[in-house]
Nanobody, 119 residues
């Protein structure tokens, strides 16, 4: 069992930046970020393999968000720049053994952290 703990959410104005961090108690092949806005289904944001050799982004965040790993300290980071109100959601860290973008491929989930972008 791998436990994941997110941190770094908050309130920011449109155009601002936030950095999310996910600490994992163990290793999985891939680590991903998903988000869920009120009234909407959870959607894929980005994922990275444990080695950092493969990275994938959703089209909606490409060029604005950067996923990375801090190998020395273990967390998975999500740097979010040029935030827009439509980025408002609960962001979840996930760990799994595949390379896909479906949340069904991830076995471990954090509790989520709220990101709110005001206009």
């Amino acid at each position: 069992q791998v436990q994941l703990v997110e941190s770094g959410g908050g309130l920011v104005q449109a155009g601002g930046s936030l950095r999310l961090s996910c600490a994992a108690s163990g290793r999985t092949f891939a680590m991903g970020w998903f988000r869920q806005a009120p009234g909407k289904e959870r959607e894929f944001v980005a994922r990275i393999t444990w080695s950092g050799g493969s990275i994938l982004y959703a089209d909606s965040v490409k060029g604005r968000f950067t996923i990375s790993r801090d190998n020395a300290r273990n967390p998975v980071l999500l740097q979010m720049n040029s935030l827009q109100p439509e980025d408002t959601a609960v962001y979840y860290c996930a760990g799994g053994w595949g390379l896909g973008i479906s949340d069904a491929e991830y076995d471990y989930w954090g509790q989520g952290t709220q990101v709110t972008v005001s206009s």
